[in-house]
C-alpha cells in the first residue's frame, strides 16, 4: 500500500523524467524562467473559491425541448434559493417554447442578457454551467479570450463525452461545488474567483471537486505581407481564435490535394498532401483527430496533436508534439489552390498563397469540473462514448474435463503434424 511520502515521490516535471535538473557532477538544464515549466500531479487539482461565486452563467442547447424544463428548474434554484445573478444568451430569451412556458414568466425578468461578440463577460461571470452536449461546453470556451471560470457540465446531448453530470438531484451536485471551502482572506485579487489547491494541500482538502484544465489552442491568422508590427498588434487586439477541441486545415470545394507546409519553431518539417490537417488539444484527441487515426490522449498530458486528413502517404502517420512549441501552416509555393481553416468548426475562412496560420498553446485553460476525477472521468468517457475496448470476453475453463479435453486435442495436433514432418 502507497504511503504518503510515496505519493509526493511522483514525478511532476515538464521537462525532464524527474524533477531533478542536475546531470551527473557537470550537467543540467540551462535556467530560463520563461520556458520552464511544472506540471502539478493532475489529481492534485481542486477546485476551492477565495470568496463565495455570486454569479454563473447558464448556456444550454438550442433548438432542444428536452432541454427546457431542465434549465427552467435551475435557473429557478439559481436565482430563488442560491441568490445568485444568472446570466443567459439573449438568443434564449426569444425561445419560443420559453416564451409561451408559463413557469419561466415569474423570473424572467431577473435573467441577466449578453450578445456573443458584443458583451465581455470576463469580469462578470464566477461560475459556468452547461445544460447540452459537448457543443455546449465548445461554446463557453469560445466566449471567453482569457480566463475562463470554472465550468460544470451536464449531459443532455447526443455524445456526451465532455460533460460528465446527470442532471437528477442537481441541486445536491451544483451546492457541493458552490460550497466548497474558502480561503483565507490574504490571497491575491484573481481574475475569476478560481484557486486550483497545490499537491501539498490535496491531501487535507479531498472534499473539494476534481478539476481537469484543458488546454486550449491560440490560433492566428497572418495575411501575406503583414508587418511584424501589424502582427504583434493583432495579437493583442484578441483577434486570436482560442480552440477547445482542433483547427482544421482543408482543401474546401477545390477536387484537388491540399499542399500545406507545416513548420514548427521555425523549421520545414513535411509537406501535407492529402484532404488536410488537424491540429488538435489532448481534448480534442477523441473527436475528429481520433477519426482520422490519431491517438487518444488524456486532457491534462501537455501536448499538441498534428494529425493528416486521408494523407496520400502510407508512411504519413499521426505526431504528437510538445505543447510549448509553435506551428505555423501555410500554403506551399506549387499548390494548385487555396486552402481553408475552421476553429470548433466555427469561424471557417480561407488562407491563400502567402497567408500563414499561427498555433500556440493558450497560457489559458478551460477548468472542467470533474463528476468524480480526472482519471474516472475520462475512462467512462471512452467506455460509454466510444465504446473503447468493448468485446466480449474469452470463456474460461469451466471444469477439469474441458482442460483435459484441450490438452488432447493439442496432443492429436503435435501427433498429426510430426506424421507430417515424417
Not at 67 to 95: H, N, T
Not at 371 to 380: G, K, L, V, Y
Request: glycine share 4%; charged share 20%; aromatic share 8%.
Amino acid at each position: 500500500m502507497a504511503t504518503l511520502c510515496d505519493k509526493y515521490l511522483r514525478t511532476r516535471s515538464l521537462n525532464a523524467p524527474s524533477p531533478i535538473y542536475q546531470f551527473g557532477p557537470c550537467g543540467r538544464i540551462m535556467k530560463n524562467s520563461t520556458v520552464v515549466m511544472t506540471i502539478q500531479d493532475p489529481a492534485s487539482q481542486r477546485l476551492t473559491w477565495n470568496k463565495p461565486p455570486i454569479s454563473v452563467l447558464v448556456i444550454k442547447k438550442i433548438h432542444d425541448s428536452l432541454v427546457i424544463q431542465p434549465f427552467i428548474d435551475l435557473v429557478r434554484w439559481l436565482i430563488w434559493e442560491k441568490k445568485m445573478s444568472v446570466y443567459v444568451e439573449s438568443a434564449v430569451m426569444d425561445d419560443p417554447q420559453l416564451k409561451t412556458n408559463q413557469l419561466f414568466q415569474p423570473f424572467k425578468d431577473k435573467l441577466c442578457t449578453f450578445r456573443e461578440g458584443m458583451d465581455d463577460l470576463t469580469d462578470k461571470v464566477d461560475f459556468i454551467i452547461c445544460l447540452g452536449g459537448d457543443g455546449t461546453l465548445l461554446y463557453a470556451s469560445s466566449l471567453f479570450q482569457q480566463s475562463v471560470p470554472p465550468v460544470m457540465a451536464f449531459h443532455m446531448g447526443s455524445l456526451g463525452f465532455l460533460t460528465p453530470f446527470e442532471f437528477d438531484n442537481f441541486q445536491d451536485q451544483v451546492s457541493n461545488v458552490l460550497e466548497g471551502n474558502h480561503l483565507p482572506h490574504c490571497l491575491p485579487n484573481t481574475a475569476h474567483t478560481l484557486v486550483i489547491l497545490t499537491h501539498e494541500s490535496y491531501y487535507t482538502t479531498s472534499g473539494h471537486a476534481a478539476l481537469t484544465l484543458r488546454s486550449r489552442l491560440r490560433c492566428l491568422i497572418v495575411r501575406k505581407n503583414e508587418t511584424i508590427s501589424a502582427i504583434e498588434k493583432l495579437s493583442k487586439q484578441n483577434t486570436c481564435h482560442l480552440v477547445l477541441n482542433e483547427v482544421v486545415v482543408d482543401r474546401g470545394p477545390s477536387p484537388y490535394l491540399s499542399n500545406i507546409d507545416l513548420y514548427i519553431d521555425g523549421k520545414h518539417i513535411t509537406t501535407v498532401q492529402g484532404d488536410g490537417l488537424i491540429v488538435s488539444t489532448p481534448t480534442g484527441s477523441t473527436a475528429y483527430a481520433v477519426a482520422a487515426g490519431a491517438a487518444m490522449v488524456h486532457p491534462s498530458v501537455p501536448a499538441i496533436m498534428v494529425t493528416p486528413i486521408c494523407p496520400h502517404s502510407l508512411s504519413f502517420r499521426p505526431i504528437v508534439v510538445p505543447a510549448g512549441v509553435e506551428l505555423k501552416i501555410c500554403v506551399s509555393p506549387d499548390s494548385r489552390n487555396s486552402a481553408w481553416v475552421s476553429f470548433d468548426g466555427r469561424n471557417r475562412q480561407e488562407i491563400q498563397l502567402g497567408d500563414s496560420l499561427r498555433v500556440t498553446t493558450s497560457i489559458f485553460p478551460v477548468p472542467s469540473i470533474c463528476a468524480e476525477d480526472q482519471i474516472s472521468d475520462w475512462f467512462d468517457s471512452l467506455a460509454e462514448c466510444l465504446h473503447w475496448n468493448v468485446r466480449r470476453k474469452q470463456r474460461q475453463f469451466d471444469e477439469y474435463s474441458d482442460l483435459l479435453h484441450s490438452s488432447s486435442n493439442d496432443s492429436l495436433d503435435k501427433q498429426h503434424f510430426d506424421g507430417i514432418e515424417s
